[in-house]
């Protein structure tokens, strides 16, 4: 098992929102290319967990798809999705440019 996320994304409709959990964990959204534009993560604050999270993003545009990943580790798996994204392209997605977190260095295989 690596550390990628690398489930296949399902497309971010309302009907197949309804079948993920209320449930905390990690998301990532991709565009219409099938590249991440966003990670995020349904922590202890969320309203209905992933599902909650997800649906706040059903209007938002140049948005297609999503996978999830339940953990209750949110905010370190968040960071650790985050880290890996950016070791791959060299900085953090647009949607993401205001995390308000230092990240350190990750080198993956």
């Keep these: 098992m690596g550390i990628r996320l690398d ?3 399902l497309p971010l409709r309302e009907d197949v929102i309804k079948t993920v959990q209320a449930q905390l964990g990690v998301y990532q959204l991709a565009n219409e290319s ?3 534009c966003y990670i995020g993560c349904a922590d202890a604050r969320s309203l209905f967990g992933l599902r909650g999270e997800l649906e706040q993003h059903l209007e ?3 948005v297609s798809g999503f996978r999830v990943e339940v953990t209750t580790a949110y905010h370190t798996r968040r960071q650790e999705l985050l880290m890996l994204y950016q070791a791959d392209h060299g900085e953090l997605s647009v949607r993401n440019k205001d995390y308000p977190f230092q ?3 990750l080198s993956p295989a």
């Design 7 to 9: 489930k296949p994304f």
């Design 34 to 36: 099938g590249e991440v």
């Design 60 to 62: 938002d545009p140049g």
């Design 103 to 105: 990240l350190v260095r």
